[in-house]
C-alpha cells in the first residue's frame, strides 16, 4: 500500500520541505520534469495563503495544498505523466474555489484544465449518491453530469485515476471526522470507486479502498478480523519464511531465478470470502499465501510443477488466468496445496510483467508524455472499450438509477461463463439468460432473438446458464423485441444491459404504438388481476405523468415497470383492504424435515431427534450448535455456551453445524379460474407450474366442456403477495392451450 504521510519531508517550521519531497516523486518517477512540477506546487501553494490570507485563516494540519501533494504522490507510484501530476497538485485549490480554471489555462496549457474539469465533473457521483443534494439538482441536470463524467473518462483515463488518488486520500482523512461523513465517503468509495479500481485492474489501490471502506462501514468485523489476523501474525511469518526458502532452493536448482514473498490478504477479501461460503476463520486457507514472480512465461508453468511435486495439490483449487485472463486483464496461475505441517497454502505464481500489470493496471501500459500504450496487449483498450459501453447505455436508458449497482455487478465473483458456437467465452451475471446472451454479443442478435441452443439442445428463453455451457441464438431476418421480455415475472432477461437495449427499441417506436400497446398491456393485467375499475387519469398522477396517454406511452416504451403500475393502481381503488379482509395464514417458507423441534434444522440430515440444552436454553436467534448425544438425539445449545465449548475442545467429530427453522412467512388465500382448450396432460402442467413456485393448493376444482371442447379450472392457492400472483398467472399462461388465467375475487 502506498502511504503518503509517512514519507513527506517537513520543515523545522512544519511547513513541507518541497525540495525534499519533489526528490522522493522524482526517486518513484524519474522522467518527470522537476522544474514543471515545482511550479506547479509554488503556484498552489501561493494560491492557498492568500485565500487564507482574505479569509483572515491560516488551516493547520490538512491543506488543500497538502492533499494535492498527497495525491500526486500516489499517482507517481503508478508511474503516470507530467501534465496528471501538475493537475493532481493543482485540484484541490480549483475544487475549494482558491484557484481559477482559466488562470490553470494560462499557466499550464489546456491540457491539464482538461483533467481539472473532468476530474470536477466526476463529483456529479456524489451528488447521485446523496438524495438530498440530488433534489436540489434535479433528476435532468444529475443526467446531464454523469453523461459529462463519463465522456471526460473515456475521453482520457487519467481523469478517473487522479479521482481515484484523490478518493484514496479522502478516506484515509476521514479517520478524524465524525461518524456521519466517515459513512458517506466510505459508501461512496466501496460503491464507486473500489469497483472502478478493480474494473482497471490497479489492485493495491482497490485493496487500500475496500479495506478502509469495509473499516467504517462495518468495524465490528472489521476489527475482529484484524485482530485475529495479528494474533497469528509472528507463526504466519515464520511458516512462510521457511516454505520460501525451501521452494527457492528448488526452483534455483531447476535453474529459475524467482522473487517470492509471502502475500497478505486484504481483510475485506477474507470477510467476504467467509460471508459467502459460510467459512470461519480458521476454514480460510489463502490467508497462509505466497507469490512467486518468475521472468518467463514458460518458468510459470515449470514453477507449477514444481511446487504440485513438493507438496500434494488440492483437487478444484486450480485457476490458469494466463490462458484465461480475468475481465479486467488480471493473468496468473493459482494453485493451493497441502504445505509443511499439513496447513493448506495458496499459491500464485506469474511473470514480472503481469505482475506489474495486475497491480497497476491500465497504468501499467502509459508512456510518458503522451498516452500510447503497448501494442503488445489490448487489456488498455478493452477497459476504455468497457466505460464506452457503460456511457452508451445510459445514454439510452436515460437514467442514472443503476450506475452503482452496474458497476459492483460487473465485478462480483459471482459469474457465469459460457462459450459461443466458435468457441468465444462469454462472461455474465450469475442467472443470465440466453437473451442477455444475445444482447451481450450484439444488439442486433438480441432484437432478432427468436430462440436459443444449449448444448445442442433447444431451450426457453428465460433459461437460466450454467458455466461451460455452449450457447447458440436463433435469429429471424426482420424480428424486433416482444414487451414481454421487459416482464420481471417471466423472466426473459436479468442484466441492465439487455434492459436498457430493449427499452431504448421502443423508444425509437411510433409514439401511438406505444400507448396502445402500454394501454393493451395494464387493461389485461388488471383484468387478470381482477382489480376493480381504476381511473387512468388519477393513476397516471400518482406516476407522476402528465395524463393517461403519457402514461400509456411511458409503459409501452418500458420506462414504466408493470409491476409498479399495478402495485400503485391497487393502492388507488382500495387503500385500506390490502390484498383481502381474510385472515392470513401463516405457513412456513419451505417444506423442511423437522426434528422433534420444528424449529431446529439439522444440516444436511433429515429427521433427527432434537432437544434444548437445559444449561444454555437458547431461544430462536441464537447462534447455535449441536451435539450428537448417545441415544438422545442432538442436544442444542448457545455457541458461546461452556458445557458446548468444552465438548467442542474434547469431542469435535460430536459437534454438528444445526440452524434455526425457516421463519414463517403471511400467505394470503387466493381463487384463480384458468380457461383452456381441452388437452390430455392440461391439469399436470398447471400442477407443474404450481409446484416449481412452491405454492401451497388449498382448493382444485376442474369442468369439461365436451361441447366447444374447453376446460374450466378452479383452483385456491396460498399467495405471499400481488407480484407472486402476477408471476403465477403469467407463467400459466405461458403454457399450451391455455385462452386465459385470471383471478377470481370473492363476492
Not at 242 to 256: C, F, P, R, S, Y
Request: a neutral charge; hydrophobic letters at 40%; glycine letters at 6%.
Amino acid at each position: 500500500m502506498v502511504q503518503v504521510r509517512a514519507v513527506q519531508p517537513i520543515n523545522t517550521d512544519g511547513s513541507i520541505n518541497l525540495d525534499g519531497w519533489l526528490d522522493h516523486v522524482l526517486g518513484m518517477d524519474p522522467p518527470l520534469d522537476r522544474a514543471a512540477l515545482k511550479e506547479a506546487c509554488e503556484f498552489a501553494r501561493e494560491a492557498e495563503q492568500q485565500a487564507n490570507a482574505a479569509q483572515n485563516l491560516w488551516s493547520e494540519g490538512t491543506s488543500s495544498y497538502q492533499i494535492g501533494l498527497e495525491i500526486a504522490e500516489i499517482l507517481a507510484d503508478l508511474k503516470l505523466d507530467q501534465d496528471s501530476l501538475v493537475a493532481a497538485v493543482i485540484y484541490r485549490g480549483v475544487r475549494e474555489g482558491k484557484i481559477q480554471l482559466a488562470d490553470v489555462h494560462q499557466r499550464f496549457g489546456p491540457v491539464v484544465a482538461k483533467l481539472i474539469e473532468g476530474v470536477l465533473r466526476m463529483a456529479a457521483i456524489s451528488a447521485s449518491l446523496n438524495p438530498r443534494e440530488s433534489l436540489v439538482l434535479g433528476s435532468q441536470a444529475q443526467v446531464e453530469n454523469l453523461r459529462k463524467m463519463l465522456v471526460a473518462m473515456v475521453d482520457d483515463v487519467r481523469v478517473a485515476l487522479i479521482k481515484l488518488a484523490e478518493r484514496t486520500c479522502a478516506i484515509r482523512a476521514v479517520k478524524l471526522a465524525d461518524d456521519e461523513k466517515r459513512q458517506r465517503v466510505a459508501r461512496e468509495v466501496f460503491d464507486i470507486y473500489a469497483p472502478l479500481a478493480h474494473r482497471l485492474g490497479i489492485g493495491h489501490i482497490k485493496w487500500e479502498l475496500e479495506d478502509l471502506s469495509f473499516r467504517y462501514l462495518e468495524p465490528e468485523q472489521y476489527k475482529q478480523i484484524a485482530q485475529l489476523l495479528h494474533e497469528r501474525r509472528l507463526d504466519r511469518e515464520q511458516y512462510i519464511t521457511n516454505v520460501v526458502q525451501q521452494l527457492k532452493d528448488e526452483l534455483t536448482a531447476a535453474g529459475i531465478q524467482p522473487e517470492i514473498d509471502g502475500r497478505a490478504k486484504h481483510i475485506y477479501s477474507i470477510w467476504r470470502k467467509m460471508q459467502k461460503k459460510g467459512l470461519q476463520f480458521s476454514q480460510i486457507y489463502d490467508v497462509r499465501a505466497l507469490r512467486v514472480l518468475v521472468p518467463e512465461v514458460r518458468d510459470c508453468y515449470t514453477t507449477l510443477g514444481i511446487v504440485h511435486t513438493l507438496w500434494r495439490h488440492i483437487p478444484k483449487e486450480f485457476d490458469d488466468y494466463i490462458a484465461n485472463p480475468k475481465e479486467n486483464g488480471y493473468r496468473s496461475l493459482h494453485t493451493a496445496v497441502i504445505g509443511p505441517e499439513g496447513k493448506v497454502l495458496e499459491v500464485q505464481i506469474r511473470t514480472h510483467a503481469m505482475h506489474e500489470e495486475a497491480e497497476l493496471g491500465v497504468c501499467a501500459h502509459w508512456r510518458y508524455k503522451g498516452t500510447d500504450v503497448n501494442s503488445g496487449s489490448d487489456h488498455y483498450e478493452e477497459k476504455i472499450a468497457w466505460l464506452r459501453q457503460v456511457l452508451e447505455w445510459h445514454e439510452e436508458l436515460g437514467d442514472i438509477g443503476g450506475l452503482a449497482d452496474q458497476l459492483r455487478v460487473d465485478i462480483e465473483p459471482d459469474r457465469v461463463y459460457v462459450f459461443t458456437p466458435d468457441g468465444h467465452a462469454i462472461d455474465l451475471p450469475k442467472g443470465a439468460t440466453p437473451l442477455d446472451f444475445a444482447y451481450r454479443v450484439h444488439t442486433e442478435i438480441g432484437h432478432n432473438c427468436r430462440g436459443a441452443k444449449v448444448n445442442g439442445r433447444i431451450v426457453p428463453l428465460n433459461y437460466s446458464l450454467q458455466t461451460g455451457e455452449q450457447v447458440e441464438i436463433i435469429t429471424s431476418k426482420h424480428g424486433s423485441p416482444s414487451r414481454d421480455w421487459l416482464n420481471p415475472n417471466l423472466g426473459y432477461i436479468t442484466t441492465s444491459r439487455s434492459r436498457a437495449k430493449i427499452v431504448h427499441w421502443f423508444k425509437l417506436q411510433a409514439r401511438d404504438q406505444n400507448v396502445a400497446a402500454g394501454k393493451a398491456l395494464l387493461e389485461r393485467e388488471l383484468s387478470r388481476l381482477d382489480l376493480p375499475p381504476v381511473d387512468f387519469d388519477k393513476l397516471a398522477e400518482k406516476a407522476n405523468l402528465k395524463n393517461a396517454e403519457d402514461m400509456f406511452a411511458a409503459l409501452g416504451a418500458g420506462d414504466l415497470r408493470l409491476a409498479h403500475l399495478v402495485n400503485m393502481a391497487q393502492q388507488l381503488v382500495e387503500p385500506e383492504r390490502g390484498y383481502d379482509q381474510l385472515e392470513l395464514i401463516p405457513r412456513r417458507s419451505a417444506p423442511h424435515k423437522p426434528g422433534k423441534r420444528g424449529d431446529v434444522q439439522i444440516q444436511g440430515v433429515g429427521n433427527l431427534l432434537t432437544q434444548m440444552a437445559g444449561c444454555c436454553q437458547p431461544l430462536p436467534g441464537d447462534p447455535i450448535v449441536g451435539y450428537i448425544t448417545l441415544g438422545r438425539g442432538v442436544t442444542i445449545h448457545r455457541q458461546d455456551c461452556p458445557t458446548a465449548l468444552q465438548q467442542t475442545a474434547r469431542e469435535p467429530e460430536r459437534m454438528i453445524q444445526v440452524s434455526w427453522g425457516p421463519v414463517p412467512v403471511q400467505t394470503y388465500p387466493v381463487e384463480i379460474v384458468i380457461k383452456a382448450y381441452d388437452r390430455s396432460g392440461l391439469l399436470r402442467d398447471v400442477s407443474q407450474v404450481l409446484l416449481n413456485d412452491r405454492i401451497n393448493v388449498l382448493a382444485v376444482n376442474t369442468r369439461s366442456n365436451k361441447e366447444d371442447n374447453t376446460a374450466s379450472m378452479s383452483i385456491t392457492v396460498e399467495i405471499p403477495g400481488l407480484d407472486a400472483l402476477g408471476r403465477l398467472l403469467a407463467r400459466i399462461g405461458q403454457l399450451p392451450n391455455i385462452i386465459e388465467a385470471r383471478r377470481q375475487r370473492a363476492n
